[in-house]
Every structure is written in C-alpha cells, then in structure tokens.
C-alpha cells in the first residue's frame, strides 16, 4: 500500500482564487490493478489527524482508494 501527500491549485478559479492551495492524503494499494472506486474521507473542525488518514488507510487495504481531503487546506 501507498500513501501520497497531494497539493490542488484550481487553474480555473477566479485570478484572486488562484494561490490557494488543496491538500489531501490519498491512499492506494498498488498490489491491485485496474480501476477502483474511491472513498472521501471528511475531517471533524480541527482538521486532517491521524484518524482520517487511518480511515484512508483502511479503505485502501479493503479496495479503494482513500481520499482523505483538507477543507482548511
């Protein structure tokens, strides 16, 4: 299994909207081939922990791809 640290910037975004950056954990078993569907795992009001990116973790090893998003960035 493996994780990633993923950064957005929405390029379609109005010109004053354009620095602000999207940060997400993502979770993948690469033992698995072919297309898999996706869970996004949502954070409580203090923000990504270790929880959400255990949860994402755990939707990987059961077969999807774990999103686990930053809506504070």
Known sequence: MRSYAWTYRDQEA??????????????VDEARVGRRPAV???HTWAGISDHERAA????????YVGFA?????
């Open 14 to 27: 109005p010109e004053a909207e354009r620095e602000t950056l999207y940060e997400a954990y993502v979770a």
């Open 56 to 63: 994402a973790d755990a939707f990987a090893r059961d077969g």
């Open 69 to 73: 998003l930053d809506l504070y960035g």
């Open 40 to 42: 996004m795992v949502a």
